[in-house]
């Protein structure tokens, strides 16, 4: 599976931005599905995962202002962000668990065995 990440981009802390993962070779329906994102010095951080059966997980920094979605006609997966913080500053990377259970969200991130290129968010105060 490949996987194309995209949306990244320089906006003020309170803005909104919309990530895309644009997933090629079979539908994404077919994994579990992550976003992650590694600030400069800081160990890489799932943000949030959606699941085969589409269940979510948010970890808490995020929880309440992002969300992760799916579109299975473009088979793409979406990280909309909204009240950005100067703390969400980081390079976003999209993630495929092809071994995942059907409504399982994995939480940890040596559990993606696919990843795409990163786009880089930069929120400033």
């Known amino acids: 599976v490949q996987l194309q990440a995209s949306g990244g981009g320089l906006v003020q802390a309170g803005g909104s931005l919309r990530l895309s993962c644009a997933a090629s070779?079979?539908?994404?329906?077919?994994?579990?599905m992550a976003w992650i994102r590694q600030a400069p010095g800081k160990e890489r951080e799932l943000v949030a995962a959606?699941?085969?059966?589409?269940?979510?997980y948010y970890a808490d920094s995020v929880k309440g202002r992002f969300t992760i979605s799916g579109d299975s006609a473009k088979n793409t997966v979406y990280l909309q962000m909204n009240s950005l913080k100067p703390e969400d500053t980081a390079v976003y990377f999209c993630?495929?668990?092809?071994?995942?259970?059907?409504?399982?969200?994995?939480?940890?991130?040596?559990?993606?065995?696919?990843w795409g290129q990163g786009t880089q968010v930069t929120v400033s105060s």
């Open positions: 993630a495929a668990d092809v071994n995942a259970i059907y409504s399982n969200t994995p939480r940890t991130t040596d559990e993606y065995d696919y």
């Open positions: 070779g079979r539908t994404f329906r077919k994994y579990a």
């Open positions: 959606i699941s085969r059966s589409a269940s979510t």
